[in-house]
Structure formats: C-alpha cells, structure tokens
C-alpha cells in the first residue's frame, strides 16, 4: 500500500508541477506550433508543368497525392536523402530520371481527362477523372497483368472464345 501511495504521489506532483521537455521551451515562445514539412520550403523552381502561380501548400498536396498514389518518398523523384528536412533537398534538380518519367505520366493523366474521357459515352451527370492511383494503386509500376477471372458457378461452362475477323 505505502508503494502505491508513493507512486501515485510522485504521479500527482508531475502532473500538477509538470517539466518541460529539455531546451523545448527556451527554443519558442510558448504556444507555437511546429511548422508543417511544407512550410520550411522555398518557391518552387523548375516548374514545367504545373502552375507557376501555385502556392506552397497546394504543391505540397500535389506531391503529397503523387507519393501515395505511387507508394513512395520524395526521394523517388527529387535529389535528396530521406529523413533528411525538405531544406536540405534539392528538388529543382532533374537529376533522377523517375521526375522526368513523372512529367511525361502527368501530361498522359492530363490528356485522357481533357481529351479521351470526352470521346466516351459516359453519364454526363457523373464526373469521370482517372488519376495515378487510377493504375498504380499504391505501387511503383503498376500491374499490367489483368486479374484472374472470378470463379464458375459449378456445372457452367466457359464462353466460347472470341471470333477472329
């Protein structure tokens, strides 16, 4: 019983006195809060596609949604090592050939939403966009194979294979 006494006190004289962490509090003034990653940026340079105008927050959320879709780091693309902080990047640079690569998927996913979509027969009411997850689904190359056809019902039998013109 004395043990728990001494535990819970010790737990009541953080709690009411508190600490703060080492250094934290002498670094900032009390109530600011960590800047986001997109914050420590500087202005974009070397945009060739998108929007010169963009403001950082919107490029962050742009790359943000290529590296999901693609299940990868902003190393995959930009010059820089990985944990390091985005000031320490290079991201202007077209060293690696996976932005180059990325440009040219860009202006594809570009064209079959302005372009190709519009020639489909599709539910004018719906909007109809396809986008880098649309195909890559999380991963670096998608699959290209097409997914094994779903199971028989038992005792149907398969349709007869396609005509040749």
Sequence with gaps: MK???AI??????????????????KDKPQGEAPKPAWRSLKPPTNLKLLNKDINERELFQVM????????VRCVYCHKGEDGKPFDT?????DEKPTKNQA??????????????LAKLDLDPAKEHKVSCWTCH??????DFELPPPPPRPEGEKPPPPAEKK
């Design 8 to 25: 819970l006190l010790v737990v009541l004289v953080t709690a009411v006195f508190g600490q703060n962490p080492p250094d934290a509090a």
């Design 137 to 142: 689904r999380g991963k670096q190359v998608p």
């Design 89 to 93: 990047f290079d991201f202007a640079s």
């Design 64 to 71: 943000k949604g290529f590296s999901l879709s693609l299940g």
């Design 3 to 5: 043990k728990l006494t």
């Design 103 to 116: 440009r040219k998927m860009f202006v594809m996913v570009q064209d079959i939403n302005k372009n190709q």
